[in-house]
Structures are given as structure tokens and as C-alpha cells.
């Protein structure tokens, strides 16, 4: 493994450490890997080294490629300073995709406490936004003005722009409120971003990976927050999919819930979207009028509880109904149509 320091910022004390692994080889079929973006917390103050190397390490035994960014503290971390330093991090990452081995569209940022805003901030409102968002005990929301007066709330900047999360706190964290998390989630669900959570039932804040050599084994928390890690690179591989003999294969998950806010309309609109467009909307009665009339049982029953439908995908409808193999013919059709 190669070990580099670059220095983004002198006057700011702003530096990328990053870990490149060798691909080929005895590595056989990997020829680019996915990187990790860590970025620790500190309130902003400082860079925990309990958040940095030790969370290295796990990814890097995932097969990441791995960089931690020591960016502005302090008196120099007036914003948008971190979030610029970021953004330099993440375009430098990117530009040398090809000499340090990854793939430039399957990166990720995770980051911890006041780390986990600018990770959050990065999803949100960043010029080179990451694929993947990982933010543990994330201050996301107005708490941030607790270390950071010139920062801002995360959770009004989630749009459908917003990268897939993950999110793992502690229920009885005494430093974050747990709403950070909770109205984080909100705000992706309310977009069909595709995210995980695990709020475990008790635990500090702070916790890192929860290994002993960082967390004392007498701390008072659930035995299962350590799993975050292994969740976390598992629910990656989902995302980005997993090494494979072509290269990553493909995701078994995709970035949105559904296509509501994609150019288009296709079968994996929810109902409700497709109903508020006019020509849609005619599209699906008509289809739905004849059906009854051919005697379809199932689409009668769909019919009569039309409002329980209105959060499926049409594809779900089409599934439930047992006519999946209409999917095409209906995506043919609403390709036509305007959206509005």
C-alpha cells in the first residue's frame, strides 16, 4: 500500500492523507476500486484521530482505496472554509481517478459528529457531490450553530440531487439529538433518496468504530454498535456493487426509491405522480377501464382502494395485479408524455 500527503491548504493547515492499494496482480481481477472520503469530527475545533486512521482501516480491508481530509478548525473554519476544502478534496480525488486506481463515479464520504455535518453538507449543497453519504452521530440540522455559528442546516438542502445515506447514531446521544438523524431521514424520504438507519437503543456520543482499543469495554452502550461498520460496507457494496470478475457488478440497490423526479415517466413512478399529470392520468384510467371490463378481478380490487395505491410504483401495481409483463408496452407510452 502507498501513503500520500497532500497538502490542499497551507495557510489553513488542510491536508488529503490517502491510502492506495495496488490492483492486478495477486489481486487478479481488481483493476479499480471504490474510495472512502473520511472526514472526522471535532466540533469543527479539531480532527479526531479516534475518527481518521481507525476508521481507515475496516474500508481499507473492504478493498477502498481510502483518504482522510484534515480540513479548516477553528478559527480559519468559517464557512463555507470547510466545506471549499471538500470541495477541492473531492475534484482532486476525482482528476486522479485514473493514477490512483478507483472509480470516479463510486465515492463515498462518511464522516462523525461535526464531520458527519460537512459530510452531509457535502451530499447537499457541495459542487462535486459523492455517490454514497455515510454520517455517524452528524450534527445535520441548527445544532451545528453549537460549534459553528456560520454554518448551515443540512436537512433544508436535501433534494433529489441528494446521494444515497447512511445514518447510525445512538438513541441517547447527550451531545446530538437524535432528531438530527430523525429529520434527515424525513427530508430523504420526502425525495425517494434510497438511505439505511441504525439508531441504537443506547450508547455515548463519540463512539467511532466502538472497538475496544478506542471505546473502554466498560462504556455503557449496546454491544451491537460496532456492527455499524460491517453494515456500512455491506450496504456500500448494495449500492456500488460488489468486486466481481468483469470489475464492480451491478448494484443491487438503486440511488432513488422510485422515478418521480427523474425527465420522464416510466413504470416505476409512484401512481400519485403519474395521476397529477393529465395525459397520464387518462393513460392509466383508460388502461384500468378496460381491464375491469375484460373481467380482471385483481385491477377491480385496485379500483375500489385507488388511494391506497397512491405511494406504489405502478411496476408494484402492475406486479400485484399479476400483469407485469405490461411494464414495456406502459413505459412506451409514458415516455410520450410531457412532464410537467
Keep these: 500500500m502507498k501513503t500520500e500527503v497532500v497538502t490542499l491548504n497551507k495557510e489553513r493547515n488542510v491536508t488529503l492523507t490517502a491510502y492506495l492499494q495496488g490492483v492486478g496482480g495477486e489481486f487478479r481481477y481488481v483493476t479499480k476500486r471504490p474510495a472512502i ?10 480532527c479526531s484521530e479516534r475518527e481518521a486512521d481507525p476508521v481507515a482501516m475496516p474500508y481499507l480491508a473492504a478493498g477502498y482505496q481510502v483518504f482522510i481530509l484534515r480540513y479548516s478548525l477553528g478559527e480559519n473554519a468559517a464557512w463555507p472554509n470547510p466545506l471549499n476544502d471538500y470541495d477541492e478534496a473531492m475534484a482532486l480525488i476525482r482528476n486522479n481517478a485514473e493514477e490512483w486506481n478507483l472509480y470516479a463515479d463510486k465515492i463515498a464520504v462518511i464522516g462523525f459528529s ?4 460537512l459530510a452531509g453538507a457535502a451530499a447537499t449543497m457541495s459542487k462535486n457531490r459523492p455517490n454514497a453519504a455515510i454520517l455517524g452521530y452528524a450534527v445535520l440540522g441548527e445544532d451545528v450553530k453549537g460549534c459553528l455559528l456560520s454554518a448551515p442546516s443540512t436537512i433544508e438542502a436535501v433534494d433529489y440531487q441528494t446521494c444515497p445515506c447512511f445514518l447510525f447514531s445512538s438513541r441517547t446521544d447527550n451531545l446530538v439529538p437524535i432528531q438530527n438523524s430523525i429529520e434527515f431521514m424525513g427530508a430523504l424520504a420526502k425525495y425517494g433518496i434510497s438511505f439505511e438507519s441504525h439508531i441504537y437503543s443506547f450508547g455515548p456520543h463519540g463512539f ?5 482499543s478506542i471505546q473502554p469495554k466498560e462504556t455503557k452502550m449496546s454491544a451491537r454498535i460496532p456492527d455499524w ?4 460496507i455491506g450496504w456500500l457494496k448494495e449500492m456500488f456493487g460488489d468486486f466481481g470478475p468483469a470489475g464492480l457488478e ?4 438503486k440511488a432513488r426509491v422510485n422515478d418521480d423526479f427523474e425527465a420522464q415517466y416510466t413504470v416505476d413512478c409512484t401512481m400519485e ?6 395525459a397520464a392520468a387518462k393513460l392509466l384510467n383508460d388502461w384500468m377501464t ?9 385491477v377491480k380490487g385496485v379500483s375500489g382502494k385507488a388511494h391506497l395505491v397512491l405511494k406504489m410504483k405502478l411496476r408494484d401495481v402492475l406486479n400485484f395485479v399479476r400483469l407485469p409483463q405490461m411494464a414495456e408496452a406502459l413505459n412506451e407510452k409514458l415516455a410520450q408524455i410531457e412532464k410537467k
Design 273 to 278: 405522480c403519474l395521476m397529477k399529470n393529465e
Design 37 to 46: 472520503l473520511i472526514l472526522p469530527g471535532g466540533a469543527y475545533q479539531f
Design 114 to 117: 461535526a464531520g458527519g455535518h
Design 290 to 298: 378496460e381491464l375491469e371490463q375484460s373481467g380482471n378481478e385483481m
Design 250 to 253: 451491478v448494484p443491487a440497490c
Design 229 to 232: 461498520v460491517e453494515d456500512s
Design 208 to 212: 467511532s468504530t466502538a472497538d475496544s
